[in-house]
DNA sequence: ATTCAACATGTAACCGGATACACATTAAGG
DNA sequence: CCTTAATGTGTATCCGGTTACATGTTGAAT
């Protein structure tokens, strides 16, 4: 059987196409007998409105496209199920798409959301082509000046943390492995690193790694201890790297955290299964992702909005990777 | 501006909108140098053809509904990934679902599916009350008897491989945590298991969970030890409890693999960071995905199907949890 | 009694494509 | 030269909603 359309509700209903509409969206007038018998018309079919008809007039969906660069990172997962989880709430629903950070599959997904009409976007990627994009946009995590609606986190208070808490181990020789250069978040969680760090008169130095992939970081964390043997304390730019070091560290003998501390970084869900569990700095990925989504659907719904950047804080999770 | 519109390339080029449908959609017949008109115009404009117009006459979009049972579920954004990506070299995207085992939020969104006029369900997802759904439906992972198209792991195999891996290490004491009862998977893995394990001498014993929370598995992890002291070795349902086990078991100063075995199953890419290595059984969890939406995209354009139920190999990956 | 606003409902156009059908035109075959 | 099939193009309708506008009540205010 065919799904009911509002023609056939209308005809059951024995009214017009328009007033089974108002009663669908509650607007207009509609008597209260009519209403009745369109409700129960509606009941009796099962009708429920096709949303594509309802888009295409609308010229909008009921669609957000979500950007993600890489779902199989699994800071990202939590974040996506953050954004859906309120998507859903107010009736949304997420289209998804996993850019690789290719900037091809980049405008490709974007392309693809305009023909879909979506409502807005909601990513977790950022390149300079992205302020061309007309519809309601809203930037997690990957935020840069430019950036109108953003939700992130406070990364400059985010380095802090890791270097006070690496700091309280009485380090000898400190590591800072840092994200991308060219990334802002990369930038002030260096920045607020080195406000810690060069007040004291302990080395540290700072190394740039480009990839967040599993991979990488286990080849990243092998040279490492081989162009820095001397270390004792590493400042990870996220979990995974710091995990790839934390293993590299234990292979090579190193007690830990006796004679090497970790630090990471996000708080990813599987650090608590970590032997010995590590230390970092937690990211309230889930809520990134929920205020992501609460802030372009309010943008969508041109609802008042108090605040177009939301910085959310972070906070030291102390595991066992760093003296106490 | 506003997007260009079919009528709008048909007056630029100087034809009916009918012409321009059958060049756009390469049927019917067009005169070589109408074509080239009105390919002009299409660049000219930058048109590019809305897809809810289409959708709509068509009754058939090219979206297809993901159901997923949790996505911070390390095992999922690897098939969300491998389906995601076939889908899009066939021009198709992927609406997400994330239904957290939740029977409400599951046909919440078949029916949103369905209003979207989606052309297919990939689901590694399972209820009784998804033989209902009409629309072409693949599954993935979750499968069952009933389910006609359906890609999933050769569990029996993977069930007698993690088996036989543990009983190399010459165990005095097996425990084997099972998934759920009611999960097929599970009963075919304890199949495997039992098929191996039942023609030895040595005591096993067979518990079940629920859950795949880390949360969960760590409670789990904790009472296994204090249920069973005297068990050597551990078959896991999946890698998440195979971690929290090892984690609990080095917690309480066993060494791994001597005194305390643990194998997992999945390979989620996590493993590869844990210390020691975790052993495993390998799914293909990317191809999973893949071969999900391959399955279903041909179903959905009628293309021959050589084989509606697809089964891939599992294997053996050894870390060094297990006793060689 | 007249006027006007609030209420109630229906008609028809519109959103942007796809396509059935009608109507040429051309070329091939008898 | 005529018939017929293949080719090329346009007109109008449909998909399933939403809504501008027209029309018709009803009741309160003047």
Chains 1, 2 share one sequence.
Do not use: C
């Not at 909008?60 to 998507?87: T, W």
């Not at 969680?189 to 130095?205: C, H, M, N, T, V």
């Not at 590299?248 to 032997?275: A, C």
């Amino acid at each position: 059987m065919t799904l009911a359309t509002i023609r056939d509700v209308a005809k059951k209903a024995g009214v017009s196409v328009a007033t089974v509409s108002r009663v669908i969206n509650d607007s207009g007038y509609v008597g209260q007998d009519t209403r009745k018998k369109v409700k129960q018309a509606i009941e009796e079919l099962n009708y429920s409105p096709n949303e594509v008809a309802r888009s295409l007039y609308q010229r909008k969906s009921k669609l957000i496209g979500l950007l993600i660069p890489d779902i199989s990172n699994p800071f990202f997962p939590l974040l996506a199920r953050g954004a859906e989880d309120h998507m859903r709430s107010r009736g949304y629903q997420a289209i998804l798409g996993n850019v690789q950070e290719d900037p091809e599959i980049f405008s490709e997904y974007l392309k693809t959301f305009n023909k879909n009409n979506v409502a807005g976007v909601l990513s977790a990627v950022n390149t300079p082509a992205i302020s061309d994009y007309a519809e309601p946009l809203v930037i997690v995590d990957r935020v840069t000046d430019k950036t109108e609606y953003s939700v992130f986190s406070n990364d400059y208070q985010g380095g802090m943390l890791a270097a006070k808490a690496i700091l309280q181990g009485r380090p000898k020789n400190i590591l800072v492995v840092a994200g991308p250069q060219a990334i802002k978040r990369s930038q002030d969680r260096i920045a607020g690193i080195e406000s810690i760090l060069s007040r004291q008169p302990i080395a540290y130095k700072i190394i740039h790694t480009n990839s967040f992939q599993i991979a990488d970081a286990e080849k990243m964390a092998f040279k490492i201890f081989e162009d820095y043997p001397e270390i004792d304390s590493v400042i990870a730019p996220n979990d995974i790297h710091a995990l790839a070091i934390l293993k590299q560290g234990l292979l090579l003998g190193k007690k830990i955290p006796q004679e090497l501390q970790v630090i990471g970084y996000d708080d990813i869900p599987m650090t608590r299964l970590s032997s010995p569990t590590l230390s970092t700095i937690h990211q309230s990925t889930y809520r990134l992702g929920w205020l992501g989504a609460k802030l372009l659907i309010d943008l969508i719904e041109d609802r008042n909005i108090s605040d177009k950047k939301i910085m959310l804080p972070v906070r030291l999770v102390a595991g066992d990777t760093i003296r106490k």
